[in-house]
């Protein structure tokens, strides 16, 4: 899900309550150098997964882009 969305999703994997949403940072060459990630309340996350999951996955693109 993580290649075919841009970006991927926790809910509570780690902390009971806490949701997360990161995107892979890449070098030029596509390489991963980074993440870049969002947590809080899991049903603020979940709420708004796809919203938050795009921003973050353009922010990531960003600094990707910048890095270059």
């Known amino acids: ?20 949403v990161a995107a892979a940072v890449a070098a030029a060459d596509g390489s991963p150098v980074a993440t870049l990630s969002i947590a809080g309340p899991s049903e603020r996350i979940r709420a708004q997964r796809a919203h938050l999951g ?3 996955a353009v922010a990531a693109r960003r600094v990707g882009a910048a890095l270059a």
């Open 1 to 20: 899900a993580a290649q075919r969305d841009g970006y991927a999703f926790d809910d509570g994997g780690r902390t009971s309550g806490a949701a997360a």
């Open 54 to 56: 795009g921003l973050v």
